[in-house]
């Protein structure tokens, strides 16, 4: 065996008369001294996620007095205190609409997600940012994206414009299946088989392009659209079966989690709360195993269908129907439901930071936008959307930083997370909502 060692080394010998290599798994002579790269130069994969939650915040409550770093946590921030050096918070920033409608629970989250405001419910006027980040460095996994949510109804908010959503997986069971299922390639095995099923799709796939120009001759310029949008899916799914026809690299800290319970999906928060550490726990694993490096994690619906055990009374009804009490100041119910999301972020939070890799976590070496649909549900107001970034994106942004936007709009926000995991945009967002100006107060 040779004495040079580098990531692409491999193993070779015989076995009953036949050549064989194994690879070998990230091991700490392939990083550089600190271990926040290989020894070539060429850094760890940094992954990009968003983390959401419905109904926002009570924003007395959540919003911290403090800006620039060492902010304070309020009540609502509690409960990720522990993580706190990891997160930094977004407030002042504004969803603007342009002078199209305000739709409830709607508007917010598709102008933070497409950089404009739609004109009527169910517009998807554009790719969603995530999905600009999957096309840039989502292309060398198994998955494009992940797409997850915790709360029944497979909630979703990615997708490439009107009727092109990408589906969500709302069960850890499936999820689990579908990750380290028959199709899973264990990275750190010696042997490696092509999946004839795999390559049957492969061949599918590639064959039904044939008749693209004939259908195009066919078809309106608003079909023609949405067949692009469609045709750039399938590319996307072929680039993915194809890696499935070659052995993985190695990855040391992958390791098959012990498959989970086959839970329904369910709208109360205590077991919204289980599903939801389960993915998570699952999701930490497809990274490390490099299945993936996009996601999107749901915690619950943007309306907010939560209950709790014994209770029907939902998270949004009591926005609507409970009365502010006098002495606290907020509706006490309500904001119960802010601090459970607030406690499934920290949740996650620690699975993340818990996942050792390198000289740091998981956490060290992804960003994850979490927000919301609103800023107070009491009123639905859109001014002031609660945005966090959380992670460090491989020393790419500082973190545990609190940034006012002064009015500013949430594109900027989102401009500055696709720069940092290496998305090549240099302006997002449309009409007012436009911006070239990343927070320079995050970016490293």
Request: proline share 7%; charged share 20%.
């Amino acid at each position: 065996m040779t004495t040079f060692l580098n990531r692409r080394t491999v193993l070779r010998g015989m076995i009953g008369g036949a050549a064989v290599t194994v690879g070998l798994p990230i091991l700490d002579c392939f990083l550089n001294t600190n271990g926040t790269a290989f020894a070539s130069g060429a850094p760890l994969p940094v992954r990009f996620g968003t983390w959401f939650w419905g109904l926002g915040v009570t924003p007395s409550r959540w919003v911290p007095s403090q800006v620039g770093p060492g902010y304070d946590l309020m009540a609502e921030l509690q409960p990720m205190a522990a993580h706190k050096e990891k997160v930094s918070i977004m407030s002042g920033f504004n969803v603007r609409l342009d002078g199209r409608p305000a739709m409830t629970h709607y508007s917010g989250p598709t102008t933070i997600r497409t950089g404009l405001a739609p004109a009527t419910a169910g517009e998807i006027p554009g790719p969603s940012f995530d999905i600009m980040v999957s096309d840039a460095i989502g292309s060398a996994t198994r998955f494009r994206a992940l797409d997850l949510s915790a709360i029944k109804g497979a909630f979703t908010l990615s997708g490439r414009g009107t009727g092109n959503m990408s589906p969500s997986e709302s069960s850890a069971y499936n999820l689990y299946t579908r990750l380290f299922g028959p199709e899973f390639r264990d990275p750190n095995k010696a042997e490696f088989a092509v999946n004839p099923r795999i390559l049957a799709r492969h061949s599918v796939l590639s064959s039904i392009t044939d008749d693209r120009k004939s259908l195009d001759a066919y078809v309106g310029s608003a079909d023609r659209v949405r067949l692009d949008q469609y045709y750039t899916s399938l590319r996307q799914v072929e680039k993915q079966l194809a890696l499935q026809l070659e052995p993985p690299p190695p990855m040391a800290a992958c390791k098959i989690p012990v498959e989970p319970p086959d839970l329904p999906a369910a709208n109360n928060v205590e077991e919204v709360h289980v599903n939801h550490d389960l993915m998570a726990k699952l999701l930490a694993m497809a990274l490390m195993c490099d299945q993936t490096r996009v996601f999107n994690l749901s915690f619950n619906d943007q309306q907010s269908t939560l209950t709790r055990i014994g209770n029907t009374t939902s998270h949004h009804q009591l926005t609507h129907e409970e009365t502010i009490d006098p002495k606290l100041g907020y509706q006490p119910q309500a904001t119960k439901f802010v601090e459970d999301c607030m406690q499934g972020w920290a949740s996650f939070l620690e699975i993340m930071d818990g996942a050792r890799e390198g000289d740091g976590t998981l956490l060290d070496n992804m960003l994850v936008v979490a927000h919301t649909d609103v800023n107070y549900a009491k009123f639905h107001t859109l001014d002031s959307i609660p945005v966090m970034l959380a992670g460090r994106a491989g020393g790419r942004v500082r973190s545990g930083v609190h940034v006012a936007g002064k009015g500013d709009s949430v594109s900027r926000v989102v401009l500055t997370a696709m720069q940092a995991v290496g998305v090549p945009v240099d302006r997002w967002g449309k009409e007012s909502s436009e911006t070239n100006r990343p927070v320079s107060e995050i970016l490293a």
